[in-house]
């Protein structure tokens, strides 16, 4: 066994020489585990693309002071193994740096995985629990925008049009149970009143009741935290019982199936949204039009798809950002050979980007914020003539 | 506040009717095999998306479950080939006529363009046999197994058809045109035309299964296999056939009842369980035995939870279910009152 490897070694220290004499740099690995199958599959699969597209681009690059190496799983939706793969890419991979996961559950699993090995971690999942508190959460980053960022952005809406009394409905699972934690937060910080909270679940006939409800506390605007089908359903129980008021949805309703199902009695709908979705309707002025005009266009001629959606642009994300951080981190004289302290040095470098444009937004990271996107990030869309178009131009 | 009791009145009796098939259907099922069918359900799912296949011009996965069912079903007949090599070759061949006249429809079908309730026929002969094909898998290798067994296995039935539902169609919804756009004004309420469609099939389909049920020859056997089993097989009936037929009209009911929902909540995967066991709430009022109590169920279930997600939306499935629990109790008396 200690034959084997040290055999090993050797080969290793060899190919490494080997390497470093052609190009005479280091090399930086970058792991990441998406959801390629199961469940999560139509964001995972994106979101590997993004990165397949993120290694062609890099390979050509001579600019950055390593070259990279891009080592990708798939956890197949399943926490266990994202569990499994993060650990191999640590102990068998050597990566500086992890790229996981998809979904909520798979990036709470491996959490204590890479704090114990000491590897930074940047996420790809919704959830706000994923890097808060941050002071547990030293090694986790993570790019997507959360449901809290958005619904401060569309409670701002209503405070600037007088909106002071609103209604909440929501899914009763645990996505409506982020929407509603969060929703009371916001709507507290604001100094808006919640009239009224209503609840129904995805597989519900009948949505008048609640929307009776609603309407019968006659709030100045009504947030609907739920996805399509229920969402467009719940949006016309509340047209057919009267209700006129302005009507608000998170980022889960931005989707084609919204429209779809609720056709004409969405118009006028407000939803939260990321950039990438009204990109092309932001003024010039905008520094995410640029950065996000090219990334769709090569993602859309790479992988020969009509429109990008949100979620390739949140891994791209995630590796340009390990990669700037790793190129500040050599700059700032780390090595990446020492492989455990230019773990922690990417680390903290992490922390140190600031006012960098992606395609999720514009990031600051800091000690204290692992998010790292404001209201610089988010935008509101309406649906007009069944279409998303860009409600706010900032 | 008259208005708001009104309006929750009328909603809860549409509501309720929604479920008024599937309690039809459990019932049908129940009397006549003893199988307390939880996958009912998703006949409804299979139901809908095979309409909103139809109608958007699409091949319905159904038929594939269908064409793969029949084709387990003569595997199954295998034993028989030594035996009796021209009955099985009869049946093999009866079924391969099935699929391809299932699969010739289709095609007519969708190069025709039907029209919604032609398509809606269509989808009912896809569904229909599917629940013939799971009695034959589920129910006729063991006749003779207790109520809780078959219980069990419907679980898995529900799971095993929702799984495929998924596999087929995706997790995204489809939206279906309605048979008649728009509704009218009773009062302060708005019921949809769709909500009367359902009403009007509801109250055909009830009309129909007990003109069937007492004025035909295969009825009377369904009527009889449904009290008392081993007296009907003496007399000659074949109860397995009649159990056949009775998961065959329930399939055919319920997916009906998808049909019907799918333009008021679009057709999805999971469309159909919940919609199932509400329906059971309502059939255990009348014992899963009793038409018209389970009718009166429906809608107590209908009315209940309309009123519920009113005063206390996110506890009103939880009052629904817990009206099995009264129900229970009314009919232990009641027995007992009987017995004595």
Redesign the interface.
């Known amino acids: 066994m200690k034959k084997i490897s040290v055999a090993a070694a050797c080969a290793a220290w060899l190919m490494s020489a080997l390497a470093a004499g052609a190009a005479d740099k280091p090399e930086l690995r970058i792991g990441s585990v998406v959801a390629m199958t199961g ?1 999560a599959s139509a964001l995972g699969l994106p979101e590997k693309n993004a990165l397949e597209l993120l290694q062609e681009q890099i390979a050509s690059d001579t600019s950055l002071p390593f070259t990279v190496k891009f080592i990708t799983y798939d956890d197949a939706s399943d926490p266990t193994k994202a569990v499994n793969n993060v650990r191999k890419l640590i102990t068998e991979d050597n990566v500086h740096v992890v790229i996981c996961c998809t979904t909520t559950p798979t990036s709470m699993a491996i959490l204590e995985t890479v704090t114990q090995a000491k590897v930074p971690n940047i996420s790809l999942a919704l959830g706000q629990s994923v890097i808060e508190p941050v002071k547990d959460r030293y090694w986790i980053f993570k790019t997507p925008s959360t449901d809290q960022l958005q619904i401060q952005v569309l409670v701002d809406d209503m405070v600037k049009r007088g909106l002071k009394k609103i209604a909440f409905l929501g899914l ?1 699972d645990s996505f409506g149970e982020g929407g509603w934690v969060a929703l009371q937060a916001v709507a507290k910080a604001k100094g808006v009143e919640i009239v009224a909270a ?9 949505f ?3 929307a ?2 609603v309407r ?1 506390a006659s709030p100045g605007a009504v947030y609907i935290h739920a996805i ?2 229920s969402s467009a ?1 719940v949006h016309q129980a509340l047209k ?2 009267g209700y006129t008021g302005p009507i608000y949805h998170s980022g889960g309703s931005a989707n084609n ?1 919204f429209i ?2 609720g ?1 004409a009695d969405v118009e006028g709908a407000l939803l939260g949204t990321t950039p990438v979705l009204v990109y092309g309707e932001l003024p010039d002025s905008n520094p995410l039009k640029p950065v996000i005009t090219k990334f769709a266009a090569l993602y859309e001629k790479r992988f020969n798809v009509p429109k990008v959606d949100i979620f390739p642009g949140q891994s791209w994300d995630a590796g340009n950002i390990a990669i700037l951080a790793a190129s500040n981190a050599v700059k700032a004289g780390a090595k990446p050979d020492n492989l455990e302290a230019f773990r922690a040095a990417l680390r903290d470098k992490l922390e140190g980007v600031k006012e960098f444009v992606a395609v999720g937004g514009i990031f600051n990271y800091s000690p204290t914020d692992h998010l790292g996107l404001d209201q610089r990030s988010t935008f509101i869309s309406v649906v007009k003539n069944g279409e998303f178009r860009l409600y706010n131009a900032k | 506040m008259i208005d ?1 009791a009104l ?2 009145l009328v ?1 809860g009796l ?2 309720g009717l ?1 479920y008024a098939l599937l309690a039809l259907s459990l019932v049908l099922v129940f009397t006549v095999t003893r199988v307390v069918n939880i996958a009912q359900g998703e006949y409804v799912m299979l139901g809908a998306l095979t309409l909103a296949d139809l109608l958007q011009g699409r091949m319905p996965g159904t038929l594939y479950l269908l064409i793969g069912g029949l084709a387990l079903c003569i595997l199954l007949d295998a034993g028989r080939w030594r035996r009796d090599w021209r009955g099985a070759l009869l049946f093999a061949t009866g079924l391969i006529a099935v699929a391809i006249a299932a699969a010739l429809i289709t095609r007519m079908a969708l190069s025709l363009h039907f029209p919604v309730i032609a398509m809606m026929a269509v989808a009912l002969l896809l569904v229909a046999p599917l629940g013939v094909l799971i009695y034959r898998f589920t129910v006729h290798p063991i006749p003779d197994a207790s109520t809780i067994v078959f219980v069990i296995i419907s679980v898995g039935v529900s799971m095993a058809v929702q799984g495929l539902g998924l596999l087929i169609w995706g ?3 489809y ?1 279906v045109e309605p048979i008649a756009a728009g509704g009218l004004m009773a009062g302060p309420v ?1 019921i949809p035309y769709q909500a009367i469609a359902i009403m009007v099939v509801a109250l055909l389909s009830m009309g129909g299964l007990y003109l069937f049920s007492e004025h035909t020859l295969i009825g009377k056997a369904l009527q009889a296999s449904a009290m008392n089993r081993l007296g009907a097989q003496f007399c000659g009936i074949p109860v397995n056939l009649a159990g056949g037929l009775a998961f065959l009209l329930a399939a055919a009911f319920s997916a009906l009842s998808g049909m019907l ?1 799918a333009p ?3 057709a ?1 995967y ?2 159909g ?3 199932g066991l509400k329906g059971f709430v309502g059939a255990a009022m009348g014992g899963l035995a009793d038409y018209p109590l389970s009718l009166a169920g429906v809608m107590i279930v209908g009315g209940l ?3 519920s ?2 005063l206390a ?2 506890y009103r ?1 939880v009052l629904v279910f817990s009206l099995l629990i009264p129900i229970l109790l009314w009919r232990n008396a009641r027995q007992r009152v009987e017995t004595r």
């Open positions: 469940p009763e209503e609840r129904f679940s995805r597989t519900d006939t009948n008048t009741p609640q009776l409800k019968q399509p089908p359903l057919r019982v199936a779809s199902i056709k | 708001t309006f929750l909603d549409t509501n929604i997790a995204s919804p939206p708005f929902l008021l909540i679009t999805n999971e469309m369980f919940m919609v939870e309309s009123t997600a009113y939306s996110a499935d």
